[in-house]
Structure formats: structure tokens, C-alpha cells
């Protein structure tokens, strides 16, 4: 969604090469307290970081595995690590250990603090589209991978893994090679902790749901990170039917210029029934699991379970 000033693009065009072609990369506040820890008791957590017009997102299983999504702005930094400090195990030199980091696509307010989370993190596998943008913040995570000496999973639809005995990650997109718009390279992923799933869709937009509805996969879930901060241009109705989730979670920035999230938007949700969360209003919003129930955990307002 941000722009930047464009830098010089034959260094990035090569570290991009590199990635899409697999192989390993070697060229290149809030001031809120934060949520306490996830509950110990064996839930699942999936936080919604409040990073202003940004996203992030921590999944954590009971058995300690752990997952992050997206990492905000670039000075969102100190609070994402500050969750991460305070809600998942660390390795020997005290970095925080995440199973999997996915940059969900390549604009600054989802991989604007990245380059700090690699460079301060034990990540056992991260996932990029393959898709590039002409920025300081896509350079600047392109030289951390190198200097952390890791290894991108292209990330796409059909890939499938498991964060832990209980927990089962589905990529549903992107399905296409190219688009003409980056937020359709959006990571489009489905956590399931037995019976109880959440649909985590980026800043995919219509015509990337129109793909996954094309493909039929299931894309039913009980809470649906809506696309783009609530943008018009995502939620199509059909979609939202299918997904059909009893609580929606916008992550979306007071006051933003871009009036997100939409009118529209909004009314879908209501006609259909679902309950909105908005870190604009609730701050950070952590969702817990049993496996069969919901419990909603916010730093403003009203929790409750379901």
C-alpha cells in the first residue's frame, strides 16, 4: 500500500532472480501495554498486533510452536518484538524462535519491520510470494536473508505444512504467476487447530478470491482476517459467504487517509452475522482456541468467548 521513493533496481532484480528461482539467497509504538502472555492452558493464540495501518500477526500452538505474519511498518519494530519476547520460547542466545515467518507480500506496512525480525529471530523457514517491489524495506529484508544465511520457501497456493501435531497451515494463494497488482501476491493462509480454523488473507483482493472460489477450495472458517484493512476492494460478498466466519478481525489504522475499513465492507459483515474486531478501536486483539471454542481477548473494550 505504501510507496517509496524508487531506488536502484539492478541489485534488487537480481536478489528477486534469486528467489524465484529457489535457491538460497546470498546477495544481498504503540505505547500501550501490550496483551499478557497467551493463556498456558493448552489454547491455541493467534494475536492481532495492533500496528496501526499495518499488519502482523502471531500464531503460537500449545506445544510452543510459533508462526508470524507480516511485521508491520518499519517502526513497528519494538512492539512486534516485544510480543514475540513475551509469547514464544527462545533459542540458546535469546532470540525468540519462530517456526515460520510469512511475508504475506511486499508492501511496507507488511514487511516493514522484517529485515529486524530476521535479523533478531531463530526463523526455521520463511515464506515470500514471488513477487518484488523497488523499495528500501524489500532491499533492506532481501540483505537480511543473506546475512541470516536463509533459505525462502516461495510461497503459493497448495503448499501445506504442520506447525505442530494439532496445528495445520494451508496456503490457498496466490494461484496465479503474475498480477498486475501486488496485494493479489498476497499469502492467503489457513490455520486449522482441530475443528476450529482462521482464514489469514493479506491484502488479497476480488480477483484473488475469485480464484480461490474458481478452484473450490474450502474455504470455510470460523475467523477471517479480512483482506486489505477492510478495503472495498476485498470481502466480496461470495466470497464471505463461503468462509462464512462467526468473527472477522480488521487490522486498520484510527484516523487512516485511506477511510479504511469500508462501508461496505462493514455492512456485508453485519448482514451476515459476524462479530468485527478492529485494532483501530480494540488495539490488539488476540484470539484463543480449544479446538471447539472461540475466547477474544482485547487491550480496549469487551472480551467474551463463544
Request: proline letters at 5%; one cysteine or more; hydrophobic letters at 40%.
Amino acid at each position: 500500500m505504501f510507496r517509496r521513493k524508487p531506488l536502484s533496481v539492478l541489485p534488487v532484480l537480481l536478489a528477486v532472480i534469486a528467489l524465484i528461482i529457489g535457491i538460497q539467497v546470498k546477495p544481498l509504538q504503540k505505547t500501550g501495554a501490550p496483551l499478557p502472555s497467551p493463556s498456558p492452558r493448552a489454547r491455541l493464540s493467534v494475536t492481532f498486533i495492533d500496528v496501526g495501518q499495518a499488519d502482523s500477526i502471531l500464531v503460537r500452538t500449545p506445544t510452543g510452536h510459533a508462526m508470524l505474519i507480516d511485521a508491520g511498518n518499519r517502526e513497528d519494530f519494538e512492539v512486534i518484538e516485544r510480543y514475540l519476547t513475551a509469547s514464544v520460547p527462545s533459542d540458546s542466545a535469546g532470540r525468540p524462535k519462530l517456526d515460520v515467518v510469512i511475508g504475506t507480500h511486499p508492501h511496507e506496512d507488511h514487511i516493514g519491520s522484517m529485515a529486524q525480525i530476521v535479523a533478531s529471530s531463530a526463523i526455521g523457514r520463511l515464506c515470500l510470494p514471488k513477487a518484488a517491489a523497488n523499495t528500501r524495506t524489500f532491499e533492506d529484508l532481501l540483505l537480511a536473508v543473506k546475512a541470516a544465511n536463509l533459505k525462502v520457501t516461495p510461497a503459493k497456493a497448495g503448499i501445506a505444512f504442520a506447525l505442530d501435531a494439532d496445528t495445520r497451515v494451508e496456503f490457498l494463494a496466490p494461484n496465479s504467476a503474475h498480477y498486475e497488482e501486488l496485494n493479489n501476491y498476497s499469502v492467503v493462509a489457513k490455520v486449522t487447530y482441530k475443528k476450529i480454523s482462521f482464514l489469514l488473507t493479506g491484502d488479497a483482493e476480488s480477483l484473488s478470491e475469485e480464484e480461490m472460489l474458481e478452484r473450490g477450495y474450502d474455504l470455510r472458517a470460523d475467523v477471517l482476517k479480512v483482506g486489505h484493512h477492510g478495503s472495498s476492494s476485498s470481502t466480496g460478498a461470495h466470497f464471505l459467504s463461503q468462509v462464512a466466519p462467526k468473527a472477522a478481525v480488521i487490522s486498520v489504522g484510527k484516523g487512516n487517509s485511506y477511510r479504511h475499513p469500508s462501508r461496505t465492507t462493514l455492512k456485508r459483515l453485519k448482514d451476515q452475522g459476524t462479530r468485527v474486531y478492529r485494532t483501530d478501536r480494540s488495539g490488539t486483539i488476540r484470539i484463543e482456541t480449544d479446538g471447539t471454542r472461540l475466547f477474544y481477548q482485547v487491550e480496549k473494550g469487551a472480551s467474551g468467548g463463544s
